[in-house]
């Protein structure tokens, strides 16, 4: 009975058709057209055209209709960088999300104070100006003066004495994956708290009368009860590292291999803004959204599913 | 609400009617005082000191009544840029730009630079103007972007370091890496230099009388495998993997932390280096500044500190880069008059003096002598080695695609490879390749 009363308004509705959730809708579909549609549609075109430095000063571009992605994609440089930053962009979501359910969990076990002076400290880093974290990253991570380094030679780790982390690719990348886990953890740990201060309590307690143990309990309740959460935020997670540029740019500007630690933010960047290679830009920036879209894709059903269950 | 709504369009309307006629005005010339304005100087970095901008501020409103200038400070960083977006914006443009002397080619090849008038050009300077940086701005004959100013890099040298090893100022360059060498230790390096830095590197490829490119016909080669270059880029490899103890990733390190004292005096972790000449006024002893602050005393004690040319392969003084810039009006300036009248301003005897004497070489040679004497009339060795590398220097190839080069990191990478140890036969091989497309503007 309960069921069945809201589906028959929205039937009676439908019969109806009044404007009104047109209306309403109209604003969001304008925002959307003019702040996304409108740069999309602009990309599209460059990415089917010559444009470079002449035609940003003025001279017509000519079309040029595929062969701009046919030189990107017969580029040797693309396939390293997607492979790169498909890796790192899998690699830092699961951690991030792995390590911000180790402290949500932490949260909700201990006491009220602790929990505050976390929740404090995770706002903080949550807080922090990118400019500014990676900055002081840096200046951990420095060959001279950093204190990582140094404290490496104080436990009596000498060959640590100048060792220039942000020169070889692997060790860049751990620079980097630490500066970008440590920022986007307070969130995901922040958001799956929320969710696990959703699950009864009783359900929990029925199950350690039941004689469940901890581990259990982890893994047959709260995280099938916190799945939505825990999926949009590993949603999240994957298209912000994949679309990450920032931290990497900041970072290489210390001294790194750039062709070796570019992903793809920062080989659009080196193609557009640093060659004036307009097309060639636009044409990497489809397919990177391209295969935003492809990673999503997945988590989008499934999540449209849950809400439509 | 309406009465916005209204507002605003006609606002719209009006701005759009003002930017209309600006895209066609070209190189319209008009007679006559030319109608006042507002215009816009973009400047690059804080070379320009107070004191230089303040004058061109106030003899611009009084030169120009009715009219002003705006003075702009850019990043060098992202200079290129900001110029690639705002330069073709009628509605945006700033009137006059400084920009690179490496960048300058690309934009003027592009057209976003006004054309400087055989006349004009004369009564600015004509042929006394510094003519390496006038080709760096020139398309054959026609001129779009003249020279700002000028720096060389020469050395910066701990004098008690070496005269305690008993070395002396090195006649050849040769004779500089064996000294250098002999200098570094663990803790020390003879040369702190770092490998990315190709702005110093390519000093030694010069000296060989090698070239980075070539123009033949129109079409640029990248000439790294010359047997010249090659001869070049391995003797500095020589010099960064026996002399520098930095990473090969480095580059525009604040290299003048290398040669003051340590923390609490101790040694220094340089005993040379090779910087710009401003870097002085970031060398020497901590003393307190005129508000009480502490400062380097600029080279005070000169038993301690002094400077050399790098010298030539046989000697004399080799060619080390040539930094600097240019000034452009921008094509689509709305004032060009004006904007013309600010150039007449920058190129006048007095604004030249006053570039030399704040020690940036004046794009007027006439006024190069300023720069080897101190206020006082004495001989200034901080200004004769300035004009002496100066007057060696070389400028980097003036080819359409140097910018996109720059911004692509190709020669960072060429040099870190070379510093890493790598074959420079091969690798010189590998980025002629790839090189030679992008310096003539082809894409990828």
């Not at chain 1, 505050?116 to 922090?128: D, F, H, K, S």
């Not at chain 2, 004098?159 to 803790?187: R, Y």
């Not at chain 2, 046989?314 to 009248?341: M, R, W």
Request: hydrophobic residues 45%; aromatic residues 10%; negative net charge.
């Amino acid at each position: 009975m309960t069921i069945a009363t809201p589906a028959s308004t929205i039937a009676i509705r439908r019969r109806r058709q009044p404007a009104t959730p047109y209306l309403l809708l109209l604003p969001a579909v304008l925002i959307l057209l003019v702040g996304l549609g409108y740069p999309v549609y602009w990309q599209v075109v460059t990415s089917l055209q010559e444009y470079g430095m002449m035609q940003q000063f003025g001279a017509p571009p000519t079309f040029a209709g595929l062969d701009n992605y046919a030189r990107i994609f017969s580029d040797e440089r693309l396939l390293p960088v997607v492979t790169r930053s498909l890796i790192f962009c899998l690699v830092n979501a699961f951690l991030t999300v792995a390590i911000g359910l180790g402290l949500a969990l932490l949260m909700k076990a201990v006491h009220g104070a602790v929990r505050i002076t976390m929740q404090v400290v995770l706002l903080l880093a949550w807080a922090t100006p990118l400019v500014a974290a990676v900055t002081v990253f840096r200046w951990l991570f420095d060959y001279r003066a950093g204190v990582v380094n140094w404290l490496l030679v104080q436990i009596g780790l000498d060959q640590y004495q100048g060792y220039a982390w942000l020169a070889q690719p692997l060790t860049f990348f751990v620079v980097a994956t630490l500066v970008i886990v440590w920022m986007s953890v307070p969130f995901v740990a922040m958001s799956l708290y929320a969710g696990l201060t959703q699950v009864s309590e009783e359900v929990l307690e029925a199950a350690r009368l039941d004689g469940a143990s901890p581990a259990q309990i982890l893994r047959h309740i709260l995280l099938p009860l916190v799945r939505p959460v825990l999926a949009i935020v590993l949603l999240l997670q994957i298209i912000w590292d994949l679309r990450v540029f920032a931290q990497i740019r900041l970072l290489q500007d210390a001294g790194a291999p750039i062709s070796e630690t570019n992903l793809l933010g920062n080989f659009i960047y080196e193609l557009g803004i640093g060659s004036q290679d307009f097309s060639g830009a636009a044409a990497v920036s489809i397919f990177v959204l391209l295969l935003t879209v492809l990673l999503a894709a997945p988590y989008v059903r499934s999540l449209m599913k849950e809400d439509a269950a | 609400m309406v009465a916005t709504g209204v507002a605003t369009s006609l606002t719209l309307a009006l701005a759009l009617a003002a930017c209309a006629p600006a895209d066609d005005e070209g190189t319209g010339e008009s007679g006559g005082t030319p109608e006042a304005g507002d215009i816009t100087l973009w400047l690059a970095g804080a070379d320009t000191n107070d004191d230089l901008r303040k004058y061109l501020v106030d003899t611009f409103a009084e030169e120009n009544p009715g009219s002003t200038l705006t003075i702009e400070e850019q990043d060098w960083t992202d200079l290129v840029t900001k110029l690639t977006t705002a330069l073709p914006d009628a509605a945006n443009t700033p009137d006059v730009v400084e920009i690179g002397n490496t960048q300058a080619p690309t934009f003027t090849y592009a057209g976003a630079f006004r054309e400087i008038s055989p006349e004009l050009y004369d009564e600015l300077g004509g042929d006394k103007l510094l003519q390496s940086f006038v080709d760096a701005g020139s398309i054959d004959e026609t001129k779009y972007a003249l020279p700002y100013y000028y720096g060389s890099r020469y050395m910066f040298y701990r004098k008690d370091i070496w005269q305690k090893a008993g070395l002396e100022v090195p006649k050849t360059l040769e004779e500089f890496g064996d000294s250098v060498k002999e200098l570094t230790s663990k803790k020390q390096s003879g040369f702190a230099m770092g490998g990315q830095d190709w702005r110093n590197g390519i000093s030694w490829v010069f000296a060989n009388d090698g070239e980075l490119a070539v123009k033949d016909g129109d079409q640029w080669t990248s000439t790294l495998s010359d047997p010249n270059t090659v001869k070049g880029l391995e003797q500095w490899q020589d010099v960064f993997e026996n002399a520098s103890n930095l990473p090969a990733t480095a580059k525009d390190e604040a290299y003048w932390d290398f040669i003051n004292d340590g923390t609490d005096g101790g040694a220094p972790e340089g005993a040379t280096i090779m910087a710009p000449g401003w870097a002085r006024w970031s060398i020497g002893d901590l003393t307190k500044g005129d508000d009480g602050k502490e400062v380097r005393d600029g080279m005070a004690d000169d038993k301690k500190f002094d400077i050399f040319a790098l010298p030539g392969v046989d000697g004399g003084v080799a060619p080390v880069f040539a930094g600097g810039s240019n000034v452009a009006v921008s094509a689509k300036s709305q004032h060009p008059e004006l904007a013309e009248n600010l150039l007449r301003i920058i190129y006048s005897d007095e604004y030249q003096t006053m570039l030399a004497k704040a020690g940036l070489g004046p794009a007027n040679t006439d006024f190069n002598k300023l720069m080897t004497v101190d206020a006082d009339g004495n001989p200034d060795k901080f200004g004769e080695v300035a004009v002496a590398t100066a007057e060696a220097s070389k400028l980097t190839p003036a080819a359409p695609g140097w910018a996109a080069v720059e911004g692509a990191s190709v020669y960072e990478e060429l040099f870190q490879k070379i510093a890493e140890g790598g074959d420079v036969t091969a690798l010189a091989k590998q980025y002629d390749e790839k090189l030679t497309p992008m310096l003539n503007g082809q894409a990828g």
